[in-house]
């Protein structure tokens, strides 16, 4: 159990206690905590966590980036699996009664098993949108086709990595930035592809804070399709394959940044971002019909 935190020691403290409520037996799970923060309370509280599994804590000095400070808590770990539970992020009762029922049906030769999650606003309030999986395995094409169509398919908190091969691969790699975590689902497609579990074992929250939220822009855009790129020179997708692919992730990207900026009463940003839609990079992805009801309904408000 990895979590990164920077400066929100109260949600750190709601992530440390949901893994306790779970109430994993402490000679199975691990918990490092890396630490970013200039608040000296995070420190306090990971100490103060003496009921569960051992926490083992880790302050960056001098503080490193947000995907350096995932590697930081990766290179201490020393489980067969990893989860990457973001301090923002918890996991929801029972966690790791789920997680151990999977774990005595899966033979585990796939490095990577994607759960379902729970998103809820800041204040824990369940919300409808997304998180949910079907139980499956998807093999490296169609798992490859649906991460590049999809921008939201899986959550971080629901990841659960092989360490080793986590390890072999590098880590996450920085020069992605935000777009570290998709790589590496990537890379985890690529090499065997992804089981997917319909159980929830976390909470992802949504909120303006979060990092995702500031990724609404040309250059997130550049990058994912610089990963189809790569993808289509490995022949893990075709080309009408990725041209599909593409709009879908596109429109459904700018449109779920567009809402969630209305949400929030933002009319500039809402405009900014659907101005995406007119630069010259992204011309000929059309909208798929399904979306236009709500493309039309945000740029009229």
């Known amino acids: 159990m990895i979590i990164p935190t920077r400066n929100r020691p109260e949600w750190l403290q709601r992530a440390l ?43 960056n000095e001098p503080p490193t980036g947000m995907v350096e400070n995932w590697n930081a808590g990766l290179s201490r770990a020393v489980g067969d699996w990893v989860v990457f539970l973001h301090d923002d992020d918890y996991f929801l009762p029972d966690w790791w ?19 379902s999650v729970q998103p809820v606003d800041e204040q824990g309030r369940r919300l409808r949108r997304g998180g949910q ?24 908190p629901g990841m659960v990595l092989r360490r080793s091969w986590l390890i072999e691969r590098g880590g996450f790699d920085p020069v992605w930035e935000g777009l570290a975590d998709l790589d590496m689902w990537l890379k985890v497609a690529e090499e065997g592809g992804i089981a997917f579990h319909a159980v929830k074992t976390s909470a992802y929250t949504i909120h303006a804070e979060a990092a995702t939220g500031r990724m609404f822009g040309e250059d997130t855009l550049r990058g994912v399709f610089e990963l189809g790129e790569r993808c289509l020179s ?12 593409r709009a879908r992730f596109f429109w459904r990207f700018i449109l779920a940044g ?41 740029a009229s408000w």
């Open 17 to 59: 206690g949901s893994v306790l409520n779970g109430r994993p037996p402490k000679d199975e799970v691990e918990v490092v905590v890396t630490d970013n923060s200039t608040d000296p309370r995070s420190e306090e509280i990971s100490r103060a966590e003496t009921s569960g599994p051992a926490v083992r804590y880790f302050r």
């Open 97 to 115: 009664a789920h997680l151990g029922a999977v774990w005595a049906m899966e033979s585990f030769q796939l490095h990577g098993h994607a759960f």
């Open 133 to 156: 999986h079907r139980s499956r395995t998807m093999r490296p094409r169609e798992a490859t086709r649906e991460l590049l169509t999809h921008s939201s398919l899986i959550r971080f």
């Open 234 to 245: 490995k022949g893990l997708i075709g080309a009408e394959e990725l041209q599909v692919a």
């Open 258 to 298: 567009a809402w969630r900026a209305r949400c929030r009463g933002d009319r500039m940003e809402v405009a900014r971002i659907l101005g995406l839609r007119e630069l010259p990079t992204f011309a000929g992805l059309r909208c798929p019909l399904r979306l236009r009801p709500i493309d039309w309904f945000l």
